[in-house]
């Protein structure tokens, strides 16, 4: 009995949770990834786009709201998210033109994509917070709980008690079925295949006959769904504030980085690792060791506060960068 105790403590604050926001980073990471795989830059406006496109999904979700429009026990944010992403690519599609086009046909160096992306950064946070504000924002209607803590332990007999939110659940579920999507896309289409030869080698895919133009405007017209999916989905289980989309741009080019930058199945892989290691490391083991027997004292075997989360993410990202660039995957050296 104390097992199983130990094991719904395990799952209660650790696996599900871990589980639901390595989604989240593995679809901002995917993000992160395509760009860099056909656009040749890091994007470090990516945080700023994800809390972008929450941002104008919050906006559409309480539109939907004022007239009576909701999903019962779903968020209405879902409802909203499809309108978001169109917006959100119409806002890249623009920047891209705007700026990113011209160094792109300067043929300038990374380096100075970054930069500009950078400045895209603190651009698209000042509309961002104009927008809608810097307060925080909770914007999970619907049902609150799959499985609540009371009845688990009703039906069970534990002590502990197992909750499952939906909005976890809703996490996980749209992002095996986005991650479905997009590797389909990207393998069954001809536009797809066009994406995959410009990123393999961009002389050969001009050669073949392939729009450049095309193929630059659908990365971003994907991103900007990866990034509003993944914003949505980390403002629906945790709560909406445009600063803490900034600050998740270190963990999810971590994710990136650790799977290899380039590769897509690398991203998904790096988005766990990393989610799993800031939960583990910032978690406080003292019940679970206790269930389990052993007598722990006044100690809450706790590696690191919840404050130093983000330098979980930070020392996995200096580790990869040092002794494997190319990331587990194998992707593009950084």
Known sequence: MEILNAIVVFLNFVFIPAAAY???????????????GILRFSNFAHGDTMAFGTAITILLTWGLQTIGISLGPLPTALLALPFAIALCAVALLATDRAVYRFYRRKKSDPIILVMASVGV????????RLLIGVDEIRFDDGARFVI??????????????????????????????VVWALFWFLNKTRSGKAMRAYSDNEDLALLSGIDPERVVRLTWIIAAGLATIAGTMYGLDKAFKPFNYFQLLLPIFAA???GGLGSPVGAIAG???????????????????????FD????????????????????ILIIVLLFRPTGLFRGKSV
Do not use: C
């Open 22 to 36: 390595g989604a989240q980073l593995a679809l901002g990471a995917l993000g992160v990834t395509l760009i860099y």
């Open 148 to 177: 609540d803590v009371r009845s688990f332990r009703e039906w069970s007999g534990l002590s502990e008690g197992l909750a499952l939110r939906s909005t976890q659940v809703i996490t996980l579920v749209v992002a095996v079925l």
């Open 296 to 315: 722990t004292g006044s100690a809450m075997l706790q590696l690191l506060s919840t404050e130093y989360k983000f330098a979980v993410s930070f020392v």
């Open 256 to 258: 990136a980085i650790v």
């Open 271 to 293: 988005g766990f690792i990393v989610a799993f290691s800031e939960v583990a490391v910032t978690y406080p083991w003292k019940r679970v060791a206790e269930y389990l027997g």
């Open 121 to 128: 950064m603190f651009v698209m946070n000042g509309v961002t």
